[in-house]
């Protein structure tokens, strides 16, 4: 089952001082939603097609390239984050990870002379909602076409992008949390789509072959891309500084950077594929640039089809790279109440966003909790800490153009947490947080337990009215424990969640909605 869609773009040109409009016949493919795999899907981008601005640029391309053979200066493209979460706000990516994203970007857009940034005061926005966390594509539709703004990059960030790691459409990028780890490609190849750049094996999407045997001449009605350069820029990504590539799904490239095994092309001639191209499919570790070709059909479209981005013209202030964030409190293992945490650190010139992690270990992994503020040095920490623990904590410092934190010796600081409110012995020993909550009827919750020691335990759900739901023996363990609570039976209300042990019993309310 197909749908049809038609992309609006718009763009300015010296060679054409009107705004000219185009519609670009794109079709996807709907199945690939409910084929594909959370956790890596086998269709890494979703985004096909050629774009119509592409095929203008070739056509002036001579001209263009003429009147901007000189031009090497910096162009800055604005970014808006749309975070996406469930309907209750659970799932979020962490913004320092967005962060974290965005700035190895730039380092791919390095030779490409193009840096990102954040829109100061509007660099990121959260969204609720269930259908576009994990969408189709009609879900896609509704999400950028309700929330995306004109004059900037809007990346949205959600949990599963129509079976896809990412694509590129209606002028946003839209990428899948699992896809989004240090080192990643996926941004910086939907960004380039974004800015008009087709997969180097264009025309091979959606085709199965024989790579042991010649290609066919056309692949419906579109030229296969030859080895002698002959047809280069009528076939493939239409540009001749990359090389032939008819690989249409994820490939590990070899010490060369190159595809592991051979094409033909439709003379016979083997090939491999060029590894290192950032908008072919070769796995993260290999794809590290774009060509000089491909740079300047990127550079030519941020002038034109994209030009209402070019508010900043000139590099801005950043934050001192030898500047670390000096913590206030609590340091030197100060005693804190365990679900009371309050953190306070001096500011940083320049700095706007500070990333907030707690861990149980120095080297912040794994992390208890996280979080980036806007605009301010201190933070009460909303989520329950574990109880009679050494504790570590920091803070990194970005700014909207500053997204990179080079400096590793960053201060840590060590708390120890207490219950000073205990009331029983249980308490002192045990901390639990029951997540999410509110929780939508049929979805499951998950009660957290942090323990200092061994402990059997029964788990018990009784309604408002005092009846028991259920009951099971579980055993905790010191250190964490996740147990979860399935409300597949439960309506919507208010129900008691109750842990007994030998050394008491702790009591958690959970509203079940619809």
């Known amino acids: 089952m197909r749908l049809l869609y038609f992309i609006h773009y718009r763009f300015k040109s010296s060679v054409h ?242 595809s592991t095994f051979f094409q033909k092309d439709p003379e016979g001639v083997s090939f491999k594929s060029d590894a290192s191209l950032i908008m072919g499919y070769s796995y993260d570790e290999c794809a590290s640039r774009f060509t000089p070709e491909q740079i300047e059909a990127m550079r030519t479209n941020l002038n034109t089809q994209h030009a209402d981005y070019l508010v900043i013209t000139e590099d801005q202030p950043g934050i001192d790279d030898n500047l670390n964030v000096e913590l206030v409190s609590p340091v030197d293992s100060q005693l804190t109440q365990y679900n009371n945490v309050s953190l306070l650190w001096n500011p940083v010139p320049g700095a706007t966003y500070y990333a907030v992690e707690i861990s149980l270990n120095p080297n912040m992994q794994p992390r208890l909790y996280n979080n980036t503020v806007y605009n301010q040095t201190s933070l009460d920490v909303e989520k329950t800490m574990p109880n009679n623990r050494l504790l570590y904590w920091r803070v990194r410092a970005y700014s909207e153009w500053d997204l990179c934190q080079p400096n590793d010796s960053v201060q840590t600081g060590v708390f120890k947490t207490k219950n000073f409110a205990a009331t029983s012995e249980l308490e002192s020993l045990v901390t639990t947080e029951l997540l999410p909550n509110p929780v939508a009827e049929g979805l499951p919750a998950r009660l957290n337990v942090f323990s200092d020691l061994n402990l059997d335990a029964v788990l018990d759900i009784h309604d408002a009215a005092g009846r028991l739901i259920s009951a099971r023996n579980v055993r905790i363990y010191t250190g964490e424990n996740s147990f979860e609570i399935a409300t597949d039976n439960l309506h919507a209300g208010v129900y008691l969640i109750s842990l007994r042990t030998e050394k008491g019993t702790m009591l958690r309310r959970l509203v079940v909605g619809r």
């Open 17 to 258: 001082m009107q705004a000219i409009r185009y519609s670009l016949l794109f079709f996807v493919s709907l199945t690939s939603f409910f084929a594909q795999a959370q956790v890596q899907p086998d269709n890494w981008c979703g985004t096909t097609g050629m774009s119509p601005w592409l095929e203008w640029y070739h056509q002036h391309k001579h001209e263009i390239v003429s009147d901007r053979n000189s031009d090497t200066a910096w162009i800055y493209a604005p970014v808006t984050f749309h975070i996406v979460g469930t309907n209750t706000g659970f799932g979020y990516y962490p913004l320092d990870q967005a962060i974290r994203a965005l700035c190895e970007m730039n380092e791919q857009y390095t030779e490409a002379r193009i840096k990102f940034y954040m829109v100061e005061g509007d660099g990121v926005r959260y969204h609720d909602n269930q259908s576009w966390y994990i969408h189709d594509w009609a879900g896609g539709d509704e999400m950028i076409n309700s929330e995306r703004i004109d004059g900037r990059l809007n990346a949205f960030i959600v949990q599963d992008p129509a079976g896809n790691c990412g694509y590129s459409w209606q002028d946003a990028i839209v990428i899948g949390k699992n896809c989004s780890g240090t080192g990643n490609s996926t941004w910086a190849h939907e960004a380039g789509h974004h800015f008009s750049l087709p997969h180097p094996f264009y025309g091979w999407e959606g085709t199965d072959w024989d790579y042991s045997q010649p290609a066919p001449s056309e692949i419906d009605g579109y030229q296969v891309e030859k080895t002698n350069g002959t047809n280069c820029y009528d076939s493939g990504d239409r540009f001749c500084d990359t090389k032939p590539d008819y690989l249409n799904y994820r490939w590990q490239c070899d010490e060369n950077a190159e």
